[in-house]
């Protein structure tokens, strides 16, 4: 059994999670995930490790509760525990040669990239991070990012909380202001569209952009191809060969077909609350 010994929100939407997981801490690098069941019963899902702490054996997770699983989870509180946490998975950001980078968040995709912004940190690497959000109320991990970044851009649709700016304007007028060689590197981290809009705006300026995706898995080793992506013509699992990938060689077209399959099914899990005991059922 892995106990939940932090438990936080956010802001609404989003929990911030520590976890006690040793032997998954001992061996964790930024970039990589885990897959936990909240239960016997409960299905496997993956999330991206927004931190580690190996002297105190616990991993941290940062996630929205907007699924059948998420929400099974945000029901459990501190001193609670999961029945699996397995990892870590996925290969570890590259960090070698890069001493500059931007890094762009789009929405809950700055859960993830706070994880990427803290290895580039620890590693010496210079970050400015663009983080975008729909409205005031969503923004999230701000005082954190300040405390690892060189410059934090926080952004709104709507204006009401920072500037009023898409994160693609924004990332392209950093790279107009600096120079298309000021970044050695781009890592972008939120909806496959706004992923889609930024690489190719970094295309043009012929600057490395890394993306890191997410997808639905099983078994997180190669093994269901639930997780598969099309890269540069050739087929790739987010599971084994990613999460990041060269975001100017994805196929978004495909991704972005491939994730609305089970938006219906997520519609009606939302929905889906016990009457007696305001918890998610497993079953109609």
Request: glycine fraction near 12%; proline fraction near 3%.
């Amino acid at each position: 059994m892995y106990k939940i010994v932090n438990k936080r929100a956010l802001n609404k939407d989003m929990t911030w999670m520590e976890i006690e997981a040793p032997y998954v801490a001992r061996s964790a690098k930024p970039g990589q995930f885990i897959i936990l069941r909240t239960d016997e019963y409960g299905e496997r899902i993956p999330l991206t490790m927004a931190g580690y702490n190996r002297e105190a054996g616990t991993v941290t997770i940062i996630f929205q509760a907007i699924g059948r699983t998420t929400m099974l989870l945000n029901q459990l509180e501190e001193g609670d525990s999961l029945v699996d946490v397995v990892g870590p998975l996925g290969k570890p950001t590259h960090m070698e040669g890069l001493k500059r980078v931007c890094v762009v968040g789009g929405g809950t995709g700055n859960a993830l990239a706070y994880g990427l912004v803290k290895g580039l940190h620890a590693n010496g690497i210079e970050v400015d991070m663009v983080a975008g959000f729909k409205n005031k109320d969503l923004v999230i991990l701000e005082d954190e990012f300040k405390a690892i970044s060189k410059n934090v851009y926080m952004l709104t649709d709507d204006g009401s909380y920072g500037e009023k700016m898409f994160t693609t304007v924004k990332m392209e007028e950093l790279i107009e202001k600096n120079g298309k060689d000021y970044y050695d590197e781009i890592i972008v981290v939120g909806p496959p569209i706004m992923m889609k809009f930024c690489c190719q705006i970094t295309k043009k300026y012929d600057i490395p952009t890394v993306v890191s995706l997410t997808a639905y898995m099983v078994d997180g080793t190669g093994m269901c191809g639930g997780c598969r992506v099309i890269v540069g013509g050739e087929n790739k699992f987010v599971c084994v060969d990613g999460p990041e990938f060269d975001g100017q060689l994805v196929d978004w077209d495909e991704i972005i077909k491939r994730n609305g399959f089970y938006k219906e099914q997520e519609a009606h899990d939302a929905a889906h609350v016990c009457r007696l005991t305001g918890g998610v059922r497993y079953n109609d």
